[in-house]
């Protein structure tokens, strides 16, 4: 018996948005890099995510080391974007005066 030996692509693709997916699953390659910079062991994040299975989450961790500082950019390039979107986000729905809407609508409510 003779063992083949296939390099197999990493179990990682872009879904519309950019987001990069492990596997056929919504998890994203910036939760399992940000659990395995925790110390957090394959077994384990697969223990978390169930919807993972344990070859992609190994194959996605080597990918990273591989690929560290690829996928470094990409983690700032998707923070960058999470922080915009926050601000837009808060601009167009302060929370402050939602706080105020939702106290005005208490009171009138107990005055009633």
């Known amino acids: 018996m003779t063992l083949t030996i296939v390099a197999e692509p990493a179990p990682l693709k872009a879904n519309e948005d950019g987001v990069i997916l492990v596997g056929n699953t919504r ?28 070859a992609d989450v190994y194959a996605t961790i080597a990918f990273y080391l591989n690929h560290q500082s690829e996928v470094e950019a990409y983690l700032q ?4 974007q999470s922080r915009e979107i926050r601000a837009m986000n808060q601009a167009r729905f302060d929370p402050q005066g939602l706080r105020d809407r939702l106290l005005a609508r ?5 005055e009633c």
């Open 27 to 54: 998890v994203t390659l910036d939760t399992v890099v940000a659990v395995f910079k925790q110390g957090v062991t394959a077994e384990e994040i697969v223990y978390r995510y169930p919807s993972l299975n344990l």
């Open 77 to 80: 390039q998707r923070q960058q």
């Open 106 to 110: 208490r009171t009138e409510q107990e």
